[in-house]
T-cell receptor, first 113, second 108 residues
Framework: EAGVAQSPRYKIIEKRQSVAFWCNPISGHATLYWYQQILGQGPKLLIQFQNNGVVDDSQLPKDRFSAERLKGVDSTLKIQPAKLEDSAVYLC???????????FGAGTRLSVL | QKEVEQNSGPLSVPEGAIASLNCTYSDRGSQSFFWYRQYSGKSPELIMSIYSNGDKEDGRFTAQLNKASQYVSLLIRDSQPSDSATYLCGNQGGKLIFGQGTELSVKP
């Protein structure tokens, strides 16, 4: 069974530029999560989707971050405009039914210069 | 106030020893508790989940949960250098909240 796929693996941008990350969850997983992990910290949930609906986006900085999951499968996370403090690893995870165990993708490491 | 607290470490143990990792949480409504291992530069991978008070064993790993004390721990027996990583404690009431992680170093 294929795991959670993310791209790109690395991205370097200048502040005020925009960037987008893509995630494809494990086949059949209805729930998809985007996390931000700053160096030395645990992952912080940005947004959670159940199919194509948003369950929780309380910690998403909505003035600059947006996310969508139009067909209930793939998802994109966008930052526009980026700030220096957005430098982090952006992790996508998915979970199926039952105990909500989350499986993580490899992440995208973003550096904002 | 942090919702999940872990000692950041680093915790250093000799090879073959028992490593003890601890975590406290504030959400009394949490039902599910997880330990993830994260190697440097890699994504978190689940190593243990626990849902009921008491102990749960899986190979060299034992998770312990005490809901009354809002405390969850992970014991790693016969620690190996390959266990050197950051261990993330997570608890899920509504959403999954992670601690900051404990860095474990197992010295040969």
């Amino acid at each position: 069974e294929a795991g959670v796929a993310q791209s790109p693996r690395y991205k370097i941008i200048e502040k005020r530029q925009s960037v987008a990350f893509w995630c494809n969850p494990i086949s059949g997983h209805a729930t998809l999560y985007w996390y931000q992990q700053i160096l030395g910290q645990g992952p912080k949930l940005l947004i959670q989707f159940q199919n194509n609906g948003v369950v929780d986006d309380s910690q998403l900085p909505k003035d600059r971050f947006s996310a969508e999951r139009l067909k209930g499968v793939d998802s994109t996370l966008k930052i526009q405009p980026a700030k220096l403090e957005d430098s982090a690893v952006y992790l996508c995870a998915s979970s199926g039914t039952g105990r909500n165990i989350q499986y993580f993708g490899a992440g995208t490491r973003l550096s904002v210069l | 106030q942090k919702e999940v607290e872990q000692n950041s470490g680093p915790l250093s143990v000799p090879e073959g020893a028992i490593a003890s990792l601890n975590c406290t949480y504030s959400d009394r409504g949490s039902q599910s508790f997880f330990w993830y291992r994260q190697y440097s530069g890699k994504s978190p991978e689940l190593i243990m989940s626990i849902y009921s008070n008491g102990d749960k064993e899986d190979g060299r790993f034992t998770a312990q949960l005490n809901k009354a004390s809002q405390y969850v721990s992970l014991l790693i027996r016969d620690s190996q250098p390959s266990d050197s990583a950051t261990y993330l404690c997570g608890n899920q009431g509504g959403k999954l909240i992670f601690g900051q992680g404990t860095e474990l170093s197992v010295k040969p």
